[in-house]
């Protein structure tokens, strides 16, 4: 499995930015699709974005409105999610995932980053 580690979350009133970052301790890590997944308290995980080995693709959930862009730099091990126009909705833990491919199954996942959004 890929170890994964998220940094970046914070505390940020509505309509500010927060840029999360995920580092992963893979040598091949241009094989694998990255996503990234949010969990709010008492709701299920949720599938924010995702982002092909190669950076040809990327895909958003709905609710992301153009809002987020998830990005990576394979010379660095890193994916990255610049999250603006933030809401109190947006308010959760978040999570950057390993897989072979963008909608496949997630076996590799960071340990979390919080993101609080206030009004």
């Known amino acids: 499995q890929v170890q994964l580690v998220e940094s970046g979350g914070g505390l940020v009133q509505a309509g500010g930015s927060l840029r999360l970052s995920c580092v992963a301790s893979?040598?091949?890590?241009?094989?694998?699709?990255m996503s990234w997944f949010r969990q709010a308290p008492g709701k299920e995980r949720k599938f924010v974005a995702g982002i092909t080995g190669n950076s040809g693709n990327t895909y958003y959930g709905d609710f992301v409105e153009g809002r987020f862009t998830i990005s990576r730099d394979n010379a660095k091990n890193a994916v990255y999610l610049q999250m603006n126009s933030l809401k109190p909705e947006d308010t959760a833990v978040y999570y950057c995932a390993a897989a072979v491919r963008v909608f496949a199954e997630y076996k590799s996942w960071g340990q979390g980053t919080q993101v609080t959004v206030s009004s």
């Open positions: 893979e040598r091949a890590f241009s094989d694998y699709a």
